[in-house]
């Protein structure tokens, strides 16, 4: 339910940041002299630099290049001011890079004749509900994964935080405003990627993670990769959680409340594994869904999912164009290369994977700092590098944006001389929304707190101006924060609640619970 705070936001807009990560315009002739070491020597001292200056505590970094494993190394730590030595089998969390495993699992039931990419969504699951009944009628498979519904950005997803399950998050979409029309814009989703594993595992019997262990992970050699209800589990060689905040790298503990909250998004982004297992992940689509002479997925399907579908971004002066496609990005421009890639952000991880199909090299890169888009700039870094280019200084260039925008937070102004709230028993009572269900406000010491979902969760409102407060969960201040008006009726009680930010989720109204 509510309006994430500026240091939450900015960790999940790091899902896309499609405008900043742009392929580079031709600098030079590929060059001819220099050797893949030399390449790599440079690209790992660039890396380490700005692993530095970003307060990354941990990476890990694996390149393919001609259908080889031809780098793979950790740099810096598991644990900031501590922990062991990051390595190419170090697990981390790899966010939205999680996607591109959802149409993959489509692409082999599609392999398979068990559905079809231009199939209507409700011919496989007849209580898909979108709130526009000619879009219910027409979405198609090829639209759950294409980020074009014409919903607001990154609609509904803030459900995960509070608990809410799979089958709610789905059903969410039917009280979703929509922002556009359908398949007019690009807006970056989580919740049909839900709808896409729902279906499969309809036809599969097995669940997200079992399905791709027996048709993905296994047949690659990934054993490290997995997606575990609990989260990061603690290990000799598991990652731990950072985020920024301030100007700082923070660690966060191992019970920290919401460690869990990605899981909920299975399909989305809740995927654990390393470097190394992705490096053969990354091979099968460098090859076009074969490795080591072992064909898993169709060609064919193979570059549907690579395919533009959707327009995400251009900067047309440099000749350069990204779409999106099914769970990945084609980025082309008057560069000599065309690069495809997704990166993923947890909050408190960050990954990166990109490749060069006419190349036939690419690279994948885990961190251990949510919200901080080192590795994207890297990832330009690299494929400058690899294609005699002589790169611009990508990582310094967003730390200086960085820098200089300080971090402005979503929340308006608050007056210099706000007016004081009503007696605060007057907000209290049960608020209903067809999302978020019913929450409960309540006199709480000398304050107000809020419950909702499933999970629950505890939120402080804080007087911000007459009736208006600022709502903070108890545990996590720094990760939700939101701002909600109270309204009243004609008789001058409290009827309803708005939260700023939900508009478009059944209009961001919580109505008092007669």
């Given at each position: 339910?509510?309006?994430?705070?500026?240091?939450?936001?900015?960790?999940?807009?790091?899902?896309?940041?499609?405008?900043?990560?742009?392929?580079?315009?031709?600098?030079?002739?590929?060059?001819?002299?220099?050797?893949?070491?030399?390449?790599?020597?440079?690209?790992?001292?660039?890396?380490?630099?700005?692993?530095?200056?970003?307060?990354?505590?941990?990476?890990?970094?694996?390149?393919?290049?001609?259908?080889?494993?031809?780098?793979?190394?950790?740099?810096?730590?598991?644990?900031?001011?501590?922990?062991?030595?990051?390595?190419?089998?170090?697990?981390?969390?790899?966010?939205?890079?999680?996607?591109?495993?959802?149409?993959?699992?489509?692409?082999?039931?599609?392999?398979?004749?068990?559905?079809?990419?231009?199939?209507?969504?409700?011919?496989?699951?007849?209580?898909?509900?979108?709130?526009?009944?000619?879009?219910?009628?027409?979405?198609?498979?090829?639209?759950?994964?294409?980020?074009?519904?014409?919903?607001?950005?990154?609609?509904?997803?803030?459900?995960?935080?509070?608990?809410?399950?799979?089958?709610?998050?789905?059903?969410?979409?039917?009280?979703?405003?929509?922002?556009?029309?359908?398949?007019?814009?690009?807006?970056?989703?989580?919740?049909?990627?839900?709808?896409?594993?729902?279906?499969?595992?309809?036809?599969?019997?097995?669940?997200?993670?079992?399905?791709?262990?027996?048709?993905?992970?296994?047949?690659?050699?990934?054993?490290?990769?997995?997606?575990?209800?609990?989260?990061?589990?603690?290990?000799?060689?598991?990652?731990?959680?950072?985020?920024?905040?301030?100007?700082?790298?923070?660690?966060?503990?191992?019970?920290?409340?919401?460690?869990?909250?990605?899981?909920?998004?299975?399909?989305?982004?809740?995927?654990?594994?390393?470097?190394?297992?992705?490096?053969?992940?990354?091979?099968?689509?460098?090859?076009?869904?074969?490795?080591?002479?072992?064909?898993?997925?169709?060609?064919?399907?193979?570059?549907?999912?690579?395919?533009?579908?959707?327009?995400?971004?251009?900067?047309?002066?440099?000749?350069?164009?990204?779409?999106?496609?099914?769970?990945?990005?084609?980025?082309?421009?008057?560069?000599?290369?065309?690069?495809?890639?997704?990166?993923?952000?947890?909050?408190?991880?960050?990954?990166?994977?990109?490749?060069?199909?006419?190349?036939?090299?690419?690279?994948?890169?885990?961190?251990?700092?949510?919200?901080?888009?080192?590795?994207?700039?890297?990832?330009?870094?690299?494929?400058?590098?690899?294609?005699?280019?002589?790169?611009?200084?990508?990582?310094?260039?967003?730390?200086?944006?960085?820098?200089?925008?300080?971090?402005?937070?979503?929340?308006?102004?608050?007056?210099?001389?706000?007016?004081?709230?009503?007696?605060?028993?007057?907000?209290?009572?049960?608020?209903?929304?067809?999302?978020?269900?019913?929450?409960?406000?309540?006199?709480?010491?000398?304050?107000?707190?809020?419950?909702?979902?499933?999970?629950?969760?505890?939120?402080?409102?804080?007087?911000?101006?007459?009736?208006?407060?600022?709502?903070?969960?108890?545990?996590?201040?720094?990760?939700?924060?939101?701002?909600?008006?109270?309204?009243?009726?004609?008789?001058?009680?409290?009827?309803?609640?708005?939260?700023?930010?939900?508009?478009?989720?059944a209009g961001g109204v919580f109505d008092r619970v007669k």
């Open positions: 339910m509510p309006h994430p705070m500026r240091k939450c936001l900015m960790a999940l807009l790091s899902l896309l940041l499609f405008i900043t990560l742009c392929v580079s315009p031709a600098l030079a002739a590929p060059a001819q002299d220099s050797s893949l070491d030399k390449l790599l020597s440079r690209f790992e001292a660039y890396a380490e630099k700005n692993r530095q200056a970003f307060g990354v505590p941990g990476m890990s970094v694996a390149v393919v290049a001609g259908d080889k494993l031809v780098y793979l190394k950790g740099l810096g730590t598991t644990a900031l001011g501590g922990g062991r030595p990051v390595d190419g089998d170090t697990i981390f969390q790899i966010g939205s890079t999680s996607k591109a495993f959802t149409s993959a699992m489509v692409a082999l039931l599609a392999d398979q004749k068990k559905l079809a990419w231009d199939d209507r969504v409700i011919e496989h699951l007849p209580s898909f509900l979108m709130q526009d009944p000619w879009v219910t009628r027409e979405f198609l498979i090829k639209d759950l994964m294409a980020q074009h519904t014409g919903l607001a950005p990154h609609a509904g997803e803030m459900q995960a935080f509070f608990g809410y399950s799979q089958d709610q998050m789905i059903a969410s979409l039917a009280h979703m405003t929509p922002v556009a029309s359908f398949r007019s814009a690009y807006a970056y989703q989580n919740v049909p990627f839900l709808v896409a594993a729902k279906i499969a595992r309809h036809y599969s019997g097995l669940g997200y993670g079992e399905f791709l262990a027996k048709n993905i992970w296994q047949p690659l050699g990934m054993s490290r990769t997995s997606l575990p209800k609990e989260g990061l589990a603690a290990g000799d060689n598991v990652t731990r959680l950072h985020r920024v905040e301030g100007d700082k790298t923070v660690m966060l503990p191992q019970d920290w409340p919401y460690k869990s909250w990605i899981y909920l998004f299975g399909p989305a982004g809740g995927i654990n594994s390393t470097a190394k297992d992705m490096a053969q992940w990354l091979r099968l689509h460098i090859n076009r869904g074969e490795v080591d002479g072992k064909r898993l997925i169709s060609a064919k399907n193979m570059d549907f999912m690579h395919s533009p579908a959707t327009p995400a971004g251009s900067r047309l002066a440099e000749g350069e164009l990204m779409q999106y496609c099914q769970a990945w990005v084609y980025a082309r421009s008057a560069a000599p290369y065309t690069m495809i890639w997704h990166n993923g952000d947890t909050t408190v991880n960050h990954a990166m994977i990109a490749f060069m199909p006419g190349k036939k090299a690419g690279l994948v890169m885990l961190s251990n700092l949510g919200g901080v888009d080192m590795l994207d700039n890297l990832a330009r870094y690299f494929c400058d590098l690899y294609n005699g280019l002589e790169p611009k200084d990508y990582c310094g260039d967003y730390l200086a944006k960085l820098k200089k925008s300080g971090g402005e937070s979503e929340l308006p102004s608050r007056p210099k001389n706000p007016s004081p709230p009503q007696a605060l028993e007057r907000y209290a009572g049960r608020f209903h929304n067809p999302i978020y269900e019913t929450v409960t406000i309540s006199l709480k010491g000398a304050g107000l707190e809020m419950v909702l979902g499933p999970k629950p969760v505890r939120m402080k409102l804080s007087p911000w101006d007459r009736d208006q407060f600022l709502a903070q969960d108890v545990v996590d201040p720094v990760l939700v924060e939101f701002l909600l008006s109270f309204e009243s009726g004609p008789e001058g009680k409290i009827e309803r609640f708005r939260v700023a930010g939900l508009e478009n989720e």
